[in-house]
């Protein structure tokens, strides 16, 4: 599941239903992409980052493997 990605869908009051009409897909489909049983394709995800004003890796990533984390 991406956990960060619901958490940001929530602190904005945002509808799985409104999210995936800014993505041009289905709700049904989006559920699938934030449950983690569909993968997001980089252009939603490029606008996801962009919706939340998040990088991606933020939202996308483990914590573990974050761009710019130190090992």
Known sequence: MQYKLFAL???Q????SEVAS??????K???LKERG???FDSDEMFKLSRLFNRPMDEIFLPRS???GDKF
């Open 65 to 67: 493997h974050r761009i």
């Open 22 to 27: 800014l993505l041009g897909i289905t709700t």
């Open 37 to 39: 049983e569909s993968p």
């Open 9 to 11: 869908r929530k602190e």
């Open 29 to 31: 489909t989006y559920g």
């Open 13 to 16: 009051n945002m509808s799985q």
